[in-house]
């Protein structure tokens, strides 16, 4: 991370209907409001502070009362004072992210452990302990301190995604970014149950202001960046619950009981902050800034008595700005700001307070040299540098503990279960090897990386076919992987699609050459085929043989097997359902109805495959596949009488008069179309296609012996 991390993750909390969330920003705009956490008893007054009737669309507030601004009175040097060991304030500690890990201190983060591993996600929201998470259409949140897990899939799928916590830290509101607008959902912080959700369609910016689950309701700015109204959404109604006539530009942020809104105005006279009363509905009162000047990063402490910001130079924050003018702090009862610390850095920013309002959090960083965090009282007294590395991601603050405990967050399971798998699965299907490949490539396979990946798919909603893996482990650190009807080879350089099929049903490797038997669910039977692949120097997988147009190959309604070691064998079976053997079908043969088998064994011959064969290879296709047909009593009957309609010889099967019985009954004519009815050990009932007569054929040692015409 570069020294100015802090500030580019500190950003405000908005999301906006551009393509720029979906690359680095959307990383930038994480965190917001999780910064500087309410207390419980603050929080429970948050959660009644706006009653439902005072949430009327047609606020009309009094006339703006201004407070001019002091002039830039000289301030004491930002000097760097020494270290100071601190302990646990009211038994807070804080937390913060570093190089992808999380940590915790004492109050103001010395002696930091760390807790767990973080996975890299859209979004992330800290409230006392408990950290929310969110990738695309998946939440999870985790107790920190006693390790408890949760997760719950969204209905959407989103571009992109953030979570906030409410006010009481009950609930979750997971906002989502979807191609016609935003989506709010509001998640039971209990169990993942979704308490209400609202649509804001074709939204071209979005704040979330607050977020209140007792009421089920969210404050919102629909365009940040110039507004004139704050909205309520009712997440139970899933509809706009009220407005209120507030007007600003840049930054705004409620008051942590949700009274108040601070929004900055740029008028011709000057830069101001505005603060108006959401409750009273009855006055505004304002601050003038210095001339030429306009206030970044405001920060309420969570008392809720001051406000926090930087006052840089420019008459705008839209305007070229040179240096800082320092950090200030308004009192909110007397609307008088005084600066308590010069800073003329562009690269500073503040992060919050702490819990108990006793000291403001900030990050200072000059042109050229490291920076560093640290906290100073609201009166400007009382600065110390702390010990927190200057590129760690701050948090929050969280209960104290001594000796915590390290929390197993699997950085990989948010991941696979983001990725959906409709509308388009096969699309999705490509995103997920993909995935593979790097989760591969960050060694999460381990020694059976299989099984850990099966359970990450199955988790995903990923359909299984007939019981069959979704992945198969080649070793070597290569893996076979069927998703969406596409059969991948992954590895940790990445994943190729080198075959389709629903299910891989056996793969085998032999140095460079990997055999897969992939097939196609038709109607619940697995319709199987075979590949044979070769890895080339660059690493990619070439196909060097397939079974197509060969008349002998018959799987139909099947298996292929690996017959011995190694891929120089393959047995091949299946039936005659579906053989094209055009004027010499003897029986009309359903999927249902009764079928010859059939069975090859294919012996490998360089680069191809070649069925073991005593015919030569100009014999007539129907010989080929008598020879691979089993001699069971439907195939010698249906041999026979092909036989004895063409004039070929029978002798192999049948006796001569028993042909002329068969020609006697009709059934040597071309013409006549037979159904076999049952396939008995030793016979064969059938009968014509119209049923006007069944007989019984009996079958001994492989030849037809007897044809009788029997009563149905």
Known sequence: MQPNTPARLLAPLIILLSTSLLGCSAVMERLTEVL??????????????????????????????????????????????????????????????????LYSGDAFGADPVELAALPQLDAWAFDSGRLAMTGGAVVDWVDLTTGQTHTARIEAQPDFAQVVWGVAGRALLHIALVSDGVELRALSADDGSELGRARIPNAHGLRVLRYDEQQNRVAVLLQPEAFDQMVWYDLAAGEQAGTFPAEGAGEAALSPDGR??????????????????????????????????????????????????????????????????????????????????????LASLLVGWTPDSAYLLGYHRQQGADGYYYVVRPDGGDRRILSVPPDAELLGWMPFDDSPTRVEIDPWRARFLS??????????????????????????????????????????????????????????GTLVVSLASMVYVVESH????????????DARRAGDD????????????????????????????????????????????????????????????????????????????????????????????????????????????????????ERTPYAILNEALRRGRLRLSVDELADPALVEQLAGYGLLDPQ?????????????????????????????????????QVVP
């Open 36 to 101: 500087y956490p309410a207390t419980p008893s603050e929080a429970a007054t948050a959660a009644t502070a706006l009653p439902a009737d005072t949430l009327a669309p047609t606020i009309t507030p009094e006339p703006i009362t201004t407070t001019q601004s002091a002039a830039l009175t000289p301030t004491a040097p930002a000097s760097q004072p020494p270290d100071a060991t601190l302990q646990p304030g009211a038994g807070q500690s804080l937390v913060y992210v570093l190089t992808g890990s």
């Open 672 to 708: 006549a179309r037979l159904v076999c009815d049952e396939e008995l050990p030793d016979g064969v009932r059938f009968r014509d296609a119209a049923g006007a007569r069944h007989y019984l054929a009996q079958v001994q040692d492989g030849r037809l012996i007897a044809v009788s």
């Open 260 to 345: 108040y809104l601070l929004a900055e105005q740029f008028p011709d006279t000057g830069a101001l902050l505005i603060l108006y009363d959401l409750i009273g509905q009855k006055s505004l009162r304002a601050w003038g800034h210095p001339a030429g000047a306009h206030s970044v990063y405001h920060r309420w402490s969570p008392d809720g008595r001051y406000v926090a910001y930087l006052l840089r130079e420019g008459s705008t924050f839209a305007a070229e700005t040179t240096r800082g003018l320092g950090v200030w702090v308004l009192d909110v009862e007397t609307m008088q700001a005084q600066r308590i610390l010069e800073d003329d850095s």
């Open 514 to 629: 990997l055999g897969l038997i992939t097939a196609v669910d038709s109607e619940g039977i697995l319709q199987p085929t075979y590949t044979l692949l070769r890895r080339q120097p660059d690493g990619a997988w070439t196909m060097i043989w397939m079974p197509q147009g060969y008349r002998d190959w018959i799987a139909t309604d099947g298996t292929i097997r690996f017959v011995g070691e190694g891929l120089d064998v393959l047995e091949v079976t299946g039936s005659s359902f579906g053989l094209d053997v055009g004027e010499q079908a003897v029986f009309d043969e359903c999927r249902a109805c009764i079928h010859r088998r059939l069975v090859g064994t294919w012996e490998r011959s360089g680069d191809a495959y070649v069925r073991r064969s005593q015919l030569p290879p100009t014999a007539e296709t129907a010989d080929a596949l008598w020879e691979i047909t």
């Open 419 to 476: 990725v959906a798998v409709a509308p388009d699965a096969t699309a999705a299907g490509a995103v997920v090897a993909d995935l593979i490949g790097e989760w591969l490539a960050a060694g999460a396979g381990g020694q059976e990386p299989a099984p850990r990946l099966e359970a990450y798919l199955q988790a995903a909603g990923w359909p299984t076919h007939a019981g069959q893996p979704l992945v198969r482990d080649m070793g070597d």
């Open 494 to 505: 990445g994943a190729q699609a080198v075959a389709r099929g629903d299910v891989t049903l």
